[in-house]
């Protein structure tokens, strides 16, 4: 199993939870967008990067929408990729 959650102004992490510790996972990847140049629209007031949600396809590849930036899709290349069975 792994878990993609959005850390708003930190990005986004890719956490595995370990099989002993199901509750503890492990950050084993991450991605933060560069700070904006201007606002795309009236929220945030501040110029801030903002990621809030996170798409994962089965070829692996990670869809984050960021306010200021729009979207921007990552592929994972750490250990457990999807389709390297």
Known sequence: MVVMPTRMEDGVARCTPPLTRPVQPVETGWFVPPD???????????????????????????????????????????????GTD
């Open 36 to 82: 904006p140049e201007k606002n795309a629209g009236p929220l945030p007031k501040d110029l801030v990067t903002q990621t809030e949600d996170v798409l994962v396809d089965t070829r692996g590849y990670v869809y984050v929408t960021a306010k200021n930036w729009g979207v921007w899709i990552l592929r994972y290349r750490g250990p457990d990729q999807p």
